[in-house]
């Protein structure tokens, strides 16, 4: 028995635990690096993951196509290397560590210890890189893990020093006091980057508030807001100078709201008269707070701005600008005062007296009581809308006036521009998605108020003379003491480092920010490969809190030259304004150019239902439950099978329905192992580079080798494309031909008991196609490819390599290949596809032999191709006779049907004289048009239905009329029943459990007599068995 028997199902996560454990022993991916080295080199960068948590589903789908095409470029012999990465630092690490260790504030962090909480940090990244290291394997990726890279490493941070130093030299670099995005629990700025898809839909107050005005009886301005917490800030308000106002005559005095805005506005009364908004500019007016001490020198006035919208509101709007980034640009221009009414945790300051030490987040049932208890309030209400939450935490953002870094963006904005549209994206529009957000950027805020991330190498001296550190080398040059204790580059260790200031040698410290979590991932291109390094340091990259993470090297500026760019990267689409953009950022700045030459970008995943998953909502899958039910096969063509613009449904009824169609292969390959044991065939390894050259293989034989070679050729071009949906669904037709074409019209020959040149053939074609197939999908299916590899290959070819993804992928064999052979079989197909319609139509099921088949074309090229497959049509339609025609004339009438819709248009007053003619039938049809009087149709101004006459079905189409002969004689009866018979006794083999190897006898009662007479040696043929006895009922024995 050459090959091992093959169960009726694949036990895929039972496979993919052996084969893993293959891979390990027999060290095959080690292997493909030494049989690849020196090759062609593809370069890929890996978008690093962060060390945080387990990894998830929707990891999986990433790592699934980077490993994709890793694989299917090691199969092409490419030089690869395979470096994973991990991202180590900022709020991902942080919140959790927090968590963890029951801190709820950056004041406990630093009651609990700097020290203790940076290494909390590492330990966390440490322990969860383990996690999805070995997460990532078993789903099958093949990755260096042990020269992972870490983005906390000293040689990580050094880098970006030096990026931000070049930044600083082209004067880009600077301290801005600006009112940011501040996210109160984290006690941090956050970056325009991170805000864009970081909203949450909440239920705020909506209120309409009173401005009295100075030096006017009972007249007020009213505004509107949803952040009562502002209220105590405001100093201005704006209206648009070009607008129209209205003063209305209320109960309680009379009300200035925008013309345009007046419906909306809860106010009754009479409008008194109309003025512009240029006419409001300057007056004064009393605020909601003005006994406030945070208030007392304020003046409160009215100002022009172009930016106030009539869309909602009541066309004035309240100016606080130490709470709003607008209002904060405003108020420079306006030279108002910015008010900064709460700390970094987002209480109140002491200057807001009733309000003091209370958050922002609990204070607005208590204005709203104090705006009403003066008169303030016109109205209040709750409006659910769209609001910025932290994208880590999930807390409402407040703005805050505070000092961060920046990079500037217009220095750098047209030459990524230019550089991204050298990018091939993929899909396409998301080049252009690239391209707004930098036509849109504003600066790069790098800073942030936290602990565990790169600290900024910016130093200060008493003077206030700014030093900038390029590198570590740099910082251990400069330092003039706190060296001793520093174990990395991290708070609070590097706080305690002193330097000399450039300019005038005192002494500077560190600022105590960290940075944009970004920059860390940015720099990858440059930090891994050893950019500008003049030696080559072994382990030099995995140092500081990285060290003993990764054996890392830190190569010389020679690796960098040779794998950058990037070939190709892919991450999820929300990377275009994360690491796409930072690595782009970085690469023009420091080299002019883009750091990768392809993209390919994917949606999200939801459930199978397309909600997004929940812990909460019950519909969250965990990656290990998925793997461990699924598979990762499964999972993975799941993944590969998706188009990348639209979201991934996951769940296991996709997943189910991936496992049906992948039965199809199964199916094909175990009716393969199941004959070839039986009759003791051995293939030749030789066959898959030569190719089977047998004289006597059969047209379908050549058939099926062509259409092998068509779509090799096809899915290499699809994965060279890297576009895995067209892969599998070339794939996936490619298996049904095999199976439900050239296996279910060849199953005869491996039946057949004989031992004749015919049936090794069949044999040798069949399993050269099932091997090519299981090669095809090897970069996809990994695990399941090579568990067939070992069974049809390796376990009986000696020269075979031992594992799948050692043999190159399959190339085009051209011996083997015949266009217009695989024309011909997919007119033959055509046929047989409108004539299985045509019984459809007439209830004739399949099984039941008719006399004759009759095929009109007009196309002479048709019917000699239909000619040469007369036998292989005659079998598929199961009838007795193919006859080919000219014309259908005989067996259908042709009607022809006028679109009124479309002739009324064109020819208005002769469309009835079209209509008379075509119910004669006196037209003409050639070439898809129709030729009626003088008059020349095109095929949609008519519709051409065919009617069969009596005693046929007819069905037409793709320049063919199928008719079936439907008269069915007593002898014709006789053999249909035998074939139920058969079909039933196959039936009763199978619920009994019996093996195809297992012969049977068959019991018949008298009803099936005269068929067991006329077809007996047929039936005991088709059912494996060696006699067929009278009895009481139908029934069979197992010999």
Same mark, same amino acid.
């Given at each position: 028995?050459?090959?091992?028997?093959?169960?009726?199902?694949?036990?895929?996560?039972?496979?993919?635990?052996?084969?893993?454990?293959?891979?390990?022993?027999?060290?095959? &991916?080690?292997?493909?690096?030494?049989?690849?080295?020196?090759?062609?080199?593809?370069? &890929?960068?890996?978008?690093?993951?962060?060390?945080?948590?387990?990894?998830?589903?929707?990891?999986?789908?990433?790592?699934?196509?980077?490993?994709?095409?890793?694989?299917?470029?090691?199969?092409?012999?490419?030089?690869?290397?395979?470096?994973?990465? &991990?991202?180590?630092?900022?709020?991902?690490?942080?919140? $959790?560590?927090?968590?963890?260790?029951?801190? @709820?504030?950056?004041?406990?962090?630093?009651?609990?210890?700097? #020290?203790?909480?940076?290494?909390?940090?590492?330990?966390?990244?440490?322990?969860?890189?383990?996690?999805? +290291?070995?997460?990532?394997?078993?789903?099958?990726?093949?990755?260096?893990?042990?020269?992972?890279?870490?983005?906390?490493?000293?040689?990580?941070?050094?880098?970006?020093?030096?990026?931000?130093?070049?930044?600083?030299?082209?004067?880009?670099?600077?301290?801005?006091?600006?009112?940011?995005?501040?996210?109160?629990?984290?006690?941090?700025?956050?970056?325009?980057?991170?805000?864009?898809?970081?909203?949450?839909?909440?239920?705020?107050?909506?209120?309409y508030v009173r401005f009295p005005i100075k030096g006017r009886e009972r007249e007020y301005l009213i505004v509107w807001t949803t952040t009562p917490w502002t209220l105590p800030a405001n100093v201005a308000a704006a209206v648009?100078?070009?607008?129209?106002?209205?003063?209305?005559?209320?109960?309680?005095?009379?009300?200035?709201?925008?013309?345009?805005?007046?419906?909306?506005?809860?106010?009754?009364?009479?409008?008194?008269?109309?003025?512009?908004?240029?006419?409001?500019?300057?007056?004064?007016?009393?605020?909601?707070?003005?006994?406030?001490?945070?208030?007392?020198?304020?003046?409160?006035?009215?100002?022009?701005?172009?930016?106030?919208?009539?869309?909602?509101? +009541?066309?004035?709007?309240?100016?606080?600008?130490?709470?709003?980034?607008?209002?904060?640009?405003?108020?420079?221009?306006?030279?108002?005062?910015?008010?900064?009414?709460?700390?970094?945790?987002?209480?109140?300051?002491?200057?807001?007296?009733?309000?003091?030490?209370?958050?922002?987040?609990?204070?607005? !049932?208590?204005?709203?009581?104090?705006?009403?208890?003066?008169?303030?309030?016109?109205?209040?209400?709750?409006?659910?809308?769209?609001?910025?939450?932290?994208?880590?935490?999930?807390?409402?953002?407040?703005?805050?006036?505070?000092?961060?870094?920046?990079?500037?963006?217009?220095?750098?904005?047209?030459?990524?521009?230019?550089?991204?549209?050298?990018?091939?994206?993929?899909?396409?529009?998301?080049?252009?998605?690239?391209?707004?957000?930098?036509?849109?950027?504003?600066?790069?805020?790098?800073?942030?108020?936290?602990?565990?991330?790169?600290?900024?190498?910016?130093?200060?001296?008493?003077?206030?003379?700014? %030093?900038?550190?390029?590198?570590?080398?740099?910082?251990?040059?400069?330092?003039?003491?706190?060296?001793?204790?520093?174990?990395?580059?991290?708070?609070?260790?590097?706080?305690?480092?002193?330097? +000399?200031?450039?300019?005038?040698?005192?002494?500077?410290?560190?600022?105590?920010?960290?940075?944009?979590?970004?920059?860390?991932?940015?720099?990858?291109?440059?930090?891994?490969?050893?950019?500008?390094?003049?030696?080559?340091?072994? !382990?030099?990259?995995?140092?500081?809190?990285?060290? @003993?993470?990764?054996?890392?090297?830190?190569?010389? =500026?020679?690796?960098?030259?040779?794998?950058?760019?990037?070939?190709?990267?892919?991450?999820?689409?929300?990377?275009?304004?994360?690491?796409?953009?930072?690595?782009?950022?970085?690469?023009?700045?420091?080299?002019?150019?883009?750091?990768?030459?392809?993209?390919?970008?994917?949606?999200?995943?939801?459930?199978? %239902?397309?909600?997004?998953?929940?812990?909460?909502?019950? @519909?969250?899958?965990?990656?290990?439950?998925?793997?461990?039910?699924?598979?990762?096969?499964?999972?993975?063509?799941?993944?590969?099978?998706?188009?990348?613009?639209?979201?991934?449904?996951?769940?296991?009824?996709?997943?189910?329905?991936?496992?049906?169609?992948?039965?199809?292969?199964?199916?094909?390959?175990?009716?393969?192992?199941?004959?070839?044991?039986?009759?003791?065939?051995?293939?030749?390894?030789?066959?898959?580079?030569?190719?089977?050259?047998?004289?006597?293989?059969?047209?379908?034989?050549?058939?099926?080798?062509?259409?092998?070679?068509?779509?090799?050729?096809?899915?290499?071009?699809?994965?060279?494309?890297?576009?895995?949906?067209?892969?599998?669904?070339?794939?996936?037709?490619?298996?049904?031909?095999?199976?439900?074409?050239?296996?279910?019209?060849?199953?005869?020959?491996?039946?057949?008991?004989?031992?004749?040149?015919?049936?090794?053939?069949?044999?040798?074609?069949?399993?050269?196609?099932?091997?090519?197939?299981?090669?095809?999908?090897?970069?996809?299916?990994?695990?399941?490819?090579? $568990?067939?590899?070992?069974?049809?290959?390796?376990?009986?070819?000696?020269?075979?390599?031992?594992?799948?993804?050692?043999?190159?992928?399959?190339?085009?064999?051209?011996?083997?290949?015949?266009?217009?052979?695989?024309?011909?079989?997919?007119?033959?197909?055509?046929?047989?596809?409108?004539? *299985?319609?045509?019984?459809?139509?007439?209830?004739?099921?399949? *099984?039941?032999?008719?006399?004759?088949?009759?095929?009109?074309?007009?196309?002479?090229?048709?019917?000699?191709?239909?000619?040469? =497959?007369?036998?292989?049509?005659?079998?598929?339609?199961?009838?007795?006779?193919?006859?080919?025609?000219?014309?259908?004339?005989?067996?259908?009438?042709?009607?022809?049907?006028?679109?009124?819709?479309?002739?009324?248009?064109?020819?208005?007053? #002769?469309?009835?004289?079209?209509?008379?003619?075509?119910?004669?039938?006196?037209?003409?049809?050639?070439?898809?048009?129709?030729?009626?009087?003088?008059?020349?149709?095109?095929?949609?101004?008519?519709?051409?239905?065919?009617?069969?006459?009596?005693?046929?079905?007819?069905?037409?189409?793709?320049?063919?009329?199928?008719?079936?002969?439907?008269?069915?004689?007593?002898?014709?009866?006789?053999?249909?029943?035998?074939?139920?018979?058969?079909?039933?006794?196959?039936?009763?083999?199978?619920?009994?459990?019996?093996?195809?190897? #297992?012969?049977?006898?068959?019991?018949?009662?008298?009803?099936?007599?005269?068929?067991?007479?006329?077809?007996?040696?047929?039936?005991?043929?088709?059912?494996?068995?060696?006699?067929?006895?009278?009895?009481?009922?139908?029934?069979?024995?197992?010999?």
């Amino acid at each position: 028995m050459p090959f091992k028997p093959v169960d009726k199902q694949p036990d895929h996560v039972g496979i993919e635990h052996a084969v893993g454990d293959r891979w390990r022993h027999e060290r095959t &991916f080690e292997r493909l690096r030494e049989q690849n080295e020196g090759n062609q080199r593809w370069s &890929f960068f890996d978008g690093p993951i962060t060390a945080n948590n387990p990894m998830g589903v929707h990891h999986a789908w990433g790592r699934t196509l980077k490993d994709i095409w890793q694989r299917y470029h090691g199969l092409l012999g490419h030089d690869q290397r395979y470096q994973n990465g &991990f991202d180590c630092q900022g709020l991902w690490v942080e919140v $959790e560590v927090e968590k963890a260790l029951g801190l @709820n504030s950056k004041r406990e962090i630093e009651e609990y210890g700097l #020290d203790k909480f940076a290494r909390a940090c590492r330990d966390r990244v440490a322990k969860y890189a383990g996690v999805q +290291t070995e997460q990532s394997r078993r789903l099958g990726q093949w990755m260096d893990w042990d020269n992972s890279y870490f983005t906390m490493t000293d040689t990580n941070i050094s880098y970006i020093w030096g990026f931000l130093k070049e930044c600083n030299a082209r004067g880009w670099l600077y301290r801005g006091h600006r009112s940011m995005p501040w996210c109160p629990r984290c006690g941090t700025s956050l970056s325009q980057h991170e805000l864009m898809d970081s909203y949450n839909d909440i239920t705020h107050p909506s209120l309409y508030v009173r401005f009295p005005i100075k030096g006017r009886e009972r007249e007020y301005l009213i505004v509107w807001t949803t952040t009562p917490w502002t209220l105590p800030a405001n100093v201005a308000a704006a209206v648009h100078p070009d607008e129209d106002y209205v003063r209305v005559e209320t109960l309680s005095g009379t009300a200035i709201v925008a013309k345009a805005r007046l419906e909306h506005v809860p106010l009754k009364g009479k409008v008194l008269g109309t003025v512009k908004g240029a006419d409001l500019v300057g007056a004064r007016y009393d605020g909601p707070f003005d006994d406030l001490e945070a208030q007392k020198d304020v003046e409160h006035r009215v100002v022009a701005w172009d930016d106030v919208s009539m869309e909602e509101g +009541t066309g004035i709007v309240h100016i606080a600008p130490g709470c709003g980034a607008e209002d904060f640009e405003l108020s420079k221009r306006e030279g108002l005062p910015a008010l900064i009414p709460i700390d970094e945790a987002g209480a109140f300051y002491k200057q807001y007296g009733w309000l003091h030490g209370r958050h922002t987040g609990e204070v607005a !049932h208590q204005i709203i009581e104090q705006l009403g208890e003066r008169g303030r309030l016109l109205e209040a209400g709750e409006l659910t809308h769209r609001y910025p939450v932290c994208w880590r935490c999930g807390t409402e953002l407040v703005y805050r006036l505070v000092d961060e870094w920046f990079i500037s963006s217009d220095g750098v904005r047209q030459p990524m521009i230019d550089t991204a549209r050298t990018v091939h994206w993929q899909p396409p529009q998301y080049g252009k998605r690239m391209e707004d957000w930098l036509r849109n950027m504003g600066d790069w805020c790098i800073s942030r108020k936290r602990y565990w991330g790169l600290p900024l190498p910016f130093y200060f001296c008493d003077s206030g003379h700014m %030093t900038i550190v390029g590198s570590k080398d740099d910082l251990l040059a400069r330092a003039l003491r706190g060296t001793e204790h520093l174990e990395e580059l991290h708070r609070p260790w590097i706080d305690e480092i002193v330097i +000399t200031c450039d300019e005038c040698g005192e002494e500077a410290v560190r600022v105590k920010d960290v940075g944009d979590c970004w920059l860390d991932a940015g720099i990858v291109p440059f930090s891994t490969l050893g950019y500008k390094n003049p030696q080559w340091i072994d !382990h030099g990259y995995s140092t500081g809190s990285g060290e @003993n993470l990764s054996r890392a090297d830190l190569p010389n =500026h020679e690796h960098w030259e040779k794998w950058f760019p990037a070939d190709w990267i892919s991450e999820s689409r929300e990377q275009i304004r994360l690491w796409f953009y930072s690595m782009l950022f970085m690469s023009v700045v420091l080299e002019g150019r883009a750091p990768y030459e392809r993209v390919l970008t994917y949606e999200r995943v939801t459930d199978e %239902t397309g909600r997004p998953m929940h812990k909460s909502w019950g @519909n969250a899958i965990w990656f290990d439950d998925a793997v461990e039910s699924i598979g990762a096969d499964v999972m993975r063509w799941l993944y590969a099978a998706q188009v990348p613009s639209q979201n991934l449904g996951f769940g296991y009824g996709p997943a189910n329905e991936v496992k049906r169609r992948l039965l199809t292969l199964w199916n094909t390959y175990s009716f393969f192992v199941i004959y070839a044991n039986i009759d003791g065939f051995t293939p030749r390894f030789e066959t898959l580079s030569a190719g089977p050259r047998a004289t006597n293989a059969r047209p379908l034989d050549r058939w099926i080798l062509a259409r092998t070679q068509h779509v090799i050729g096809a899915c290499g071009a699809a994965l060279d494309d890297f576009d895995s949906p067209r892969f599998v669904r070339l794939v996936e037709t490619y298996w049904e031909d095999l199976s439900n074409w050239y296996v279910r019209l060849s199953r005869s020959r491996f039946w057949k008991s004989e031992d004749d040149a015919d049936k090794k053939v069949a044999y040798e074609t069949l399993w050269y196609c099932l091997v090519q197939a299981t090669r095809l999908i090897a970069p996809v299916m990994p695990f399941l490819a090579d $568990e067939m590899w070992s069974n049809l290959v390796a376990g009986v070819c000696e020269d075979a390599p031992a594992s799948i993804h050692l043999a190159g992928y399959p190339m085009v064999d051209d011996a083997l290949a015949d266009d217009a052979l695989l024309d011909e079989m997919e007119a033959v197909r055509a046929v047989v596809e409108l004539g *299985r319609a045509a019984r459809d139509n007439a209830n004739l099921k399949v *099984r039941q032999p008719l006399r004759a088949v009759i095929v009109a074309t007009e196309d002479d090229t048709r019917r000699r191709q239909l000619a040469m =497959h007369l036998d292989l049509i005659r079998e598929e339609l199961n009838v007795k006779d193919v006859v080919l025609a000219t014309s259908a004339e005989d067996f259908a009438q042709t009607e022809v049907m006028p679109n009124f819709r479309l002739l009324g248009q064109k020819y208005r007053k #002769d469309v009835g004289r079209i209509q008379q003619l075509l119910k004669d039938g006196a037209f003409e049809r050639a070439d898809g048009e129709v030729k009626v009087g003088n008059w020349v149709l095109t095929a949609d101004e008519v519709e051409v239905r065919t009617r069969a006459r009596e005693g046929f079905a007819v069905v037409d189409g793709g320049g063919f009329a199928v008719a079936l002969d439907t008269e069915i004689t007593p002898e014709l009866a006789l053999e249909g029943r035998a074939r139920d018979l058969i079909r039933e006794i196959q039936d009763m083999r199978k619920q009994g459990g019996l093996e195809m190897t #297992d012969r049977i006898r068959i019991l018949y009662p008298e009803q099936h007599a005269a068929t067991f007479d006329a077809h007996g040696e047929r039936i005991k043929v088709e059912t494996l068995a060696l006699s067929a006895e009278q009895g009481e009922n139908l029934a069979i024995e197992r010999i």
